[in-house]
């Protein structure tokens, strides 16, 4: 029985699985830096959104604090009262000035007609000094809030760039997940199907073996190759070297 062609099969079958191997590791090689490299580019993201993130978180903190969130102050949750206007650096400068000035005008122009404590005099004194004070009210009012919308406004701006940096980067990482999950799924296949291919590499060296094996049986059978001595006939060639000059 010749062992060669058994061994032949045998070292075929070995170098196919081999090449499966190598592929397989290769394909292990490539996803793990397809990986790294996911990976390295969500990182730089992060770190360069970093500084929007950070003041996007401060300013929503501060907003919470001045909207009265979480035992904060409340600033911008507050009502303008009569002390606000009084406050006001605009009425500490001009009210009172324009007050003075408003009333010694009319005191003057009354004075000119002989008119200076008259009814009609201090009734026009009163309207002036109510006018006045509404209007010079109404404008702090005005400044007010709208020192209180522009604080909002800027905060929630700067907030709203930290959300949009952190939505980007929560897209971005959501799809280098994908990413790296596709990755390792073709990986598992492909060492699935390097698994596959040499179980069929060598389950398919076994069978070779045995039908050769089966067919060198089939042909030893049909055409017997023995040991046992072989005695020519006297009248053949092969027992008498006359036997052709002979006939």
Known sequence: MSWWVAGAVVVSSYLGSESAEDAAYAQGKSSDAAIRE??????????????????????VSRLSQLLGLNGGSGELNKKFTVAD?????????????????????????AGAKGSRNSGATLKELTRFGTDYTGQKAGESYNRFYGDQDRMYNRLAGVSGTGQTATTNLGAQGAQAGTNIGNIMTGLGNARGAAAIAQGNIYGGAVQNIGNWYNQQQMLDRIYPQNNQSYTPRADTADYNPNYYSNT
Do not use: N
């Open 38 to 59: 996911q990976r390295r580019q969500y990182d730089i993201s992060r770190e360069d959104t970093a500084p929007w993130r950070e003041a996007g978180g401060s300013a």
């Open 85 to 109: 206007f009084m406050e006001d650096p605009v009425t500490k400068l001009s009210y009172q000035s324009g007050l003075d000035l408003g009333t010694q005008a009319i005191d003057r122009m």
